[in-house]
């Protein structure tokens, strides 16, 4: 299947810092990349769409100013935590599909896990 | 909009026992139906998926779901779990013919499979 990587894996920053994550398809070219966040023991909670070229779309409730995406390339997203605070602390995920498949699964990065102290 | 709900939030199975993990969704229209595996400390991996034809669907390491259009379900299903099978598991959904859309999640179960 296809392939969609992220990084960091991990990363630890310092409250008030800026942290950006990297989204990637590796073998197919993505025009939409999807971000979801996962808090302990709960489901993964669309942020936002990724539009390669344009505007990201954000979910209710999504601060569209703490969370920069941009969509440079049609390999790659990336999301900004800016400001971060301990309660941005989360599992962040990232997927996308390949359009050679057509409408089938989606595939995920292997997440990243952001800790804020 | 469509929404899941996951009703088991934790499942502890012995060893060889069968597993059955309720899904079920809401959404007036046809629909793509997901589930999904997440390892511990790995990403999210497809175990199987129902676009369309015969309800009962196979997946990999011998799961299998069965689509009811009646009853808006998808339960996934394996007659012998392992030890290996511990993991959390997600069922998720998207309107068919929606263009590429995101995928809609349940809360996840988390399956712990003991010797």
């Known amino acids: 299947g296809a392939v969609v990587s992220q990084h960091p894996s991990w990363v630890i920053c310092k409250s008030g810092t800026s942290v950006k994550i990297e989204c990637r398809s590796l073998?197919?070219?993505?025009?939409?990349m999807f971000w979801y966040r996962q808090f302990p023991k709960q489901s993964l909670m669309l942020m936002a769409t990724s539009n390669e070229g344009s505007k990201a779309t954000y979910e209710q409730g999504v601060e569209k100013d703490k969370f920069l995406i941009n969509h440079a390339s049609l390999t790659l997203s990336t999301l900004t935590v800016t400001s971060a605070h301990p309660e941005d602390s989360s599992f962040y995920i990232c997927?996308?599909?390949?359009?050679?498949?057509?409408?089938?699964?989606?595939?995920f990065g292997q997440g990243t896990r952001l800790t804020v102290v | 909009a469509q929404s899941v709900s996951q009703h088991n939030h934790h499942v502890i199975l012995s060893e060889a026992a069968s597993l059955e993990l309720g899904c079920n969704y809401s959404y007036g229209g046809t629909v793509n139906l997901f589930w999904y595996v997440q390892y511990p400390g790995q990403h999210l991996q497809l175990l199987l998926k129902y676009f369309s034809g015969d309800p009962l669907v196979k997946g990999i390491k011998g799961f299998e779901a069965e689509f009811i259009k009646s009853k808006f379900s998808f339960n996934l299903r394996k007659p012998s779990v392992q030890w290996s099978d511990t993991a959390e598991y997600f069922c998720?959904?998207?309107?068919?013919?929606?263009?590429?859309?995101?995928?809609?999640f349940g809360k996840g179960t988390r399956l712990s499979v003991i010797a």
């Open positions: 998720a959904v998207n309107a068919q013919n929606s263009g590429n859309t995101p995928l809609v």
């Open positions: 073998d197919f070219q993505a025009t939409t």
């Open positions: 997927s996308a599909r390949d359009p050679n498949q057509g409408d089938t699964e989606a595939f």
